[in-house]
């Protein structure tokens, strides 16, 4: 999975959080159950199983948002290609607008 924050620092920080929430609810369900398997805290498990999968569900559309963000960045890059094909300049100035105005956008 790829980073859903700005960089490569960011992006180690969140899959190791999003890795810390899926240990402790295995730590919790592990403490939850004797060590032959029988139910020690029902309560337990309940809550580490439901930690697991909010955690897991997260993951999932992380992933499905960073999938759309893909499929959409390799959509324009067959405009751009097409545009290039049809007339290289005018398809350096559409960059350099589509740049200009991405700057205004995000400030």
């Known amino acids: 999975m790829a980073a859903a924050t700005g960089g490569v620092g960011g992006e180690i920080a969140f899959m190791g959080l999003l890795e810390s929430c ?9 403490y939850a159950r004797t060590p032959d398997g029988a139910v020690r805290n029902a309560k337990l498990i309940l809550m580490g199983s439901s930690h697991m999968r909010q955690t ?26 097409m545009l290039r094909q049809e007339s290289p300049a005018f398809a350096e100035r559409v960059v350099v607008r589509l740049r200009q105005l991405n700057v205004q956008w995000t400030g």
């Open 22 to 30: 899926l240990t402790d609810a295995q730590q919790i369900l592990a």
């Open 56 to 81: 897991i569900e997260t993951v999932a559309r992380i992933q499905d948002t960073l999938l759309q963000m893909a499929q959409v960045k390799r959509f324009h890059q067959a405009i751009f290609d």
